[in-house]
């Protein structure tokens, strides 16, 4: 019966599920043992006169006092009942209602401690995923600040030579503007000797001159 409830349990606990899941095996393994019992002790008592009787004729001797025999059949009936006490003992503690009760409580107090300890492992375990959390949320805002930081710079680097193209486009617009009214202001006058005309082409040049001057100096600041 021991091997029964103790072959897959290694602890109070799941000893005590396994009486309960095997409770009735058990009990009918203690009523078998005790209709054994009862019909071996009926057939000993069956057996014992006739026994005691054949010896007296085949031996041939004195008959053994009626005290030893008395004594003999109350041995044998003091044992009969002490393994009746025993077997009812037995299946009174199996089927004691108290004994059921405290296994159940001590069933029930290592669940409950078994849920705290998980309880406690699954808190510890939200703990630790809530502080990794806390720390990606600050890195990613640091890595966030630093990029809004750079794009700044890039943007006022880019305002900076904007204002610089524009500078430097007004400049060869007036530029542009001035040539044409130069040019058409020279082309009223009548030519009339070809002197006037080389002095009109050395007016040109160096105004084309002072022009290539002028359009270097806005890409000096550019750069």
């Given at each position: 019966?021991?091997?029964?409830?103790?072959?897959?349990?290694?602890?109070?606990?799941?000893?005590?599920?396994?009486?309960?899941?095997?409770?009735?095996?058990l009990?009918?393994?203690?009523?078998?043992?005790y209709?054994?019992?009862?019909?071996?002790?009926?057939?000993?008592?069956?057996?014992k006169?006739?026994?005691?009787?054949?010896?007296?004729?085949?031996?041939?001797?004195?008959p053994?006092?009626?005290?030893?025999?008395?004594?003999?059949?109350?041995?044998?009936?003091?044992?009969?009942?002490?393994?009746?006490?025993?077997?009812?003992?037995?299946?009174?503690?199996?089927?004691?209602?108290?004994?059921?009760?405290?296994?159940?409580?001590?069933?029930?107090?290592v669940?409950?401690?078994?849920?705290?300890?998980?309880?406690?492992?699954?808190?510890?375990?939200?703990?630790?995923?809530?502080?990794?959390?806390?720390?990606?949320?600050?890195?990613?805002?640091?890595?966030?600040?630093?990029?809004?930081?750079?794009?700044?710079?890039?943007?006022e680097?880019?305002?900076?030579?904007?204002?610089?193209?524009?500078?430097?486009?007004?400049?060869?617009?007036?530029?542009?503007?001035?040539?044409?009214?130069?040019?058409?202001?020279?082309?009223?006058?009548?030519?009339?000797?070809?002197?006037?005309?080389?002095?009109?082409?050395?007016?040109?040049?160096?105004?084309?001159?002072?022009?290539?001057?002028?359009?270097?100096?806005?890409?000096?600041?550019?750069?």
């Amino acid at each position: 019966m021991l091997k029964l409830i103790e072959e897959d349990a290694d602890s109070f606990a799941k000893r005590a599920e396994m009486y309960y899941k095997k409770r009735p095996e058990l009990i009918g393994m203690v009523e078998d043992f005790y209709r054994t019992h009862r019909s071996l002790a009926e057939s000993y008592d069956q057996v014992k006169p006739d026994t005691g009787f054949r010896s007296l004729k085949i031996g041939g001797s004195q008959p053994s006092s009626p005290k030893k025999l008395l004594s003999f059949g109350d041995n044998g009936y003091d044992i009969y009942s002490e393994n009746c006490e025993v077997e009812e003992s037995i299946k009174s503690e199996v089927d004691d209602p108290e004994k059921e009760e405290e296994v159940e409580e001590e069933v029930e107090d290592v669940d409950e401690e078994r849920v705290r300890d998980l309880l406690v492992e699954e808190k510890h375990t939200i703990c630790d995923e809530v502080m990794m959390l806390r720390e990606e949320v600050e890195r990613l805002r640091k890595e966030n600040r630093a990029q809004k930081d750079q794009l700044k710079q890039k943007d006022e680097e880019k305002i900076k030579v904007i204002r610089q193209m524009s500078l430097a486009i007004d400049f060869l617009k007036q530029e542009n503007v001035n040539m044409r009214s130069f040019i058409a202001k020279e082309s009223k006058k009548n030519w009339k000797t070809p002197f006037d005309f080389n002095k009109l082409m050395g007016a040109l040049s160096r105004k084309l001159f002072n022009m290539k001057i002028r359009r270097n100096k806005p890409s000096v600041v550019a750069l």
